[in-house]
């Protein structure tokens, strides 16, 4: 897996008019398809394997490089910590800290078995040891000292692929629930064990 640190989309970066276009051609959509085949439709930060809502990241942050190299699955969770600027700033989900046991890998797998089990935020930030909480600067080298928790909280849009991405889990976790040994639990407990989270097929809803 690819070491995860909060970030930021470069300003001298972000897609133009043309570029956007592009994203929403043929030849994007068959990119995209082989980029989420090859990898299997698992996001290559935490594990975390969907047929439905997951992202297709440029790697360097450029979106004008489409070559298949650079392109990588990432889930919607640590999109938002890639994203950390728009996590914390725009849509209000995502809080920053100085502290934690954990690296933001895991602080992203734990979070999600830990809510899937119906934990609130304060239990899951005080088993992460999550302390000393930071604000969000558009400096690379500050982020990349702290650590991003994704909240709970629901965007301030209310609507946003983020959030349709929750409720969608949120049905897939009711129609195939965890299986015995593969409780969230037992890896919760051995946090060094924690594997990725595809225990469930996520074929309940048509892909995207």
């Known amino acids: ?48 394997r969907s047929e439905k809502y997951q992202i297709v990241h440029h790697m360097d942050e450029d979106p004008k490089n489409n070559n298949l190299s650079n392109l990588a699955t990432i889930c919607q969770m640590c999109n938002l910590v890639l994203h950390s600027g728009q996590g914390c700033v ?14 933001q890998n895991d602080i992203i ?10 934990k609130a935020d304060p239990e899951i930030i005080a088993f992460l040891g999550l302390k000393h909480k930071m604000p969000f600067k558009m400096d690379k080298r500050y982020l ?14 209310g609507d946003d692929m983020y959030d349709r991405w929750k409720a969608y889990h949120s ?13 969230p639990k037992s890896f919760i407990k051995k ?10 097929e996520e ?3 048509p892909p995207s």
């Open 1 to 48: 897996m690819k070491r995860l640190f909060p970030g930021y989309a470069n300003p001298k970066k972000w897609r133009t008019g043309s570029q956007t276009a592009t994203l929403a051609s043929d030849v994007w959509r068959l990119l995209r398809a082989k980029a989420l085949n090859r990898d299997n439709f698992t996001c290559q930060y935490c594990g975390y």
């Open 144 to 157: 990349r000292k702290l650590l991003a928790f994704i909240s709970s909280r629901k965007t301030r849009d």
């Open 191 to 200: 946090p060094s064990q924690i594997r990725t989270v595809d225990r469930f």
């Open 109 to 118: 797998r734990i979070t999600r078995e830990m809510r899937d089990e119906g």
């Open 90 to 103: 725009l849509k209000g989900v995502v809080d920053l800290y100085k502290e934690s046991k954990f690296n």
């Open 171 to 183: 049905q897939a976790l009711k129609t195939h629930p965890w299986r015995n040994s593969d409780s």
């Open 203 to 205: 074929k309940v809803l």
